[in-house]
């Protein structure tokens, strides 16, 4: 273990609550597991800006730097919303979810992961989203040993390829399994090829992933911003169509603030999805 300083918004229980990951962890009080491919990393904060990590000095340079945005200025982006929010009649909603939701980071994963996570998630809870997401893992992950438990990798397309029909029902996709063999064909084949896809413009990202079965523009939108870090995207699920329509009166605030839409976007879920849990839905 050892000690890092991190001087921006970044805010662990959070992240790991915000609906953006699936598989972050609090495995016991403070602690939180992240876990993307191959890497792993636990940590907790310690001081103010303080956390003490699992990996080594090299892992978190090279790798979870990039996965937790940590190059790119958050406080900066809140004092955007506020210059922003003083345009518009939605000022004090705006400052107060994004207050809310500070801390909260935009994570760099892995687009395979996200885009099954995503087509998942289709009119399910978080909670069960996640039991699906750990099911698929458990059914056909590499397990790996770390000081704190086993855990189980996400299967690569080639893994999950071999996996029957039988198999994959039994990670609770219901009618979304054929969306998910379709996707892993694809994938695996690269018919959809998601490592090109990082030189895609938005247009085409967001087109080649709906000629995925079962991925609309919220899914595409949601796998463009968590897996390729487009922040201008800004997905539209019923949490945020219902802030639209309730709170900003029709108008598409996100589509105004630009940039950083996608940052804007994730206050807002997670400021409007904790004040109404018992209706807990992503899709």
């Known amino acids: 273990m050892s000690i890092v300083k991190i001087h921006d918004d970044f805010d662990l229980k959070k992240i790991a609550d915000s609906g953006q990951c699936f598989r972050a962890k609090e495995i016991e009080q403070g602690l939180f597991r992240f876990i993307t491919l191959n890497k792993f990393v636990y940590i907790k904060q310690v001081g103010e800006f303080d956390f003490d990590i699992s990996c ?3 892992d978190w340079e090279h790798y979870w730097i990039k996965y937790f945005d940590l190059e790119t200025s958050y406080w900066a ?6 210059q922003y929010s003083e345009r518009t009649p939605f000022e004090n909603y705006l400052k107060t979810a994004t207050e809310f939701g500070k801390g909260i980071r935009i994570l760099r994963q892995n687009p395979f992961e996200t885009l099954i996570s995503f087509i998942i998630s289709q009119r399910k809870s978080i909670p069960a989203i996640k039991k699906s997401v750990e099911l698929i893992c458990e059914s056909f992950g590499e397990i790996i040993h770390t000081p704190y438990e086993d855990l189980r990798l996400f299967p690569t397309p080639e893994k999950l390829s071999v996996a029957t029909t039988l198999g994959l029902s039994s990670c609770a996709l219901g009618y979304r ?3 998910v063999r379709d996707a892993i064909e694809k994938v695996r084949t690269h018919v959809v090829d998601l490592e090109e896809m990082i030189y895609s413009s938005n247009e085409d990202l967001l087109f080649e992933l709906r000629e995925i079965k079962g991925v609309g523009e919220k899914i595409a939108n949601c796998v463009g911003l968590f897996a390729y870090h487009r922040l201008d995207l800004s997905p539209v699920d019923v949490w945020i169509k219902r802030t639209i329509e309730e709170d900003f009166h ?5 589509n105004e603030f630009g940039t950083y839409a996608g940052v804007l976007q994730q206050y807002i879920f997670y400021y409007k999805r904790l004040g109404q849990k018992e209706f807990d839905l992503v899709d």
């Open 56 to 58: 080594t000095d090299n």
């Open 250 to 254: 029709g108008r598409n605030v996100f």
């Open 77 to 82: 982006i809140r004092r955007d919303i506020f």
């Open 177 to 179: 399994g054929a969306y």
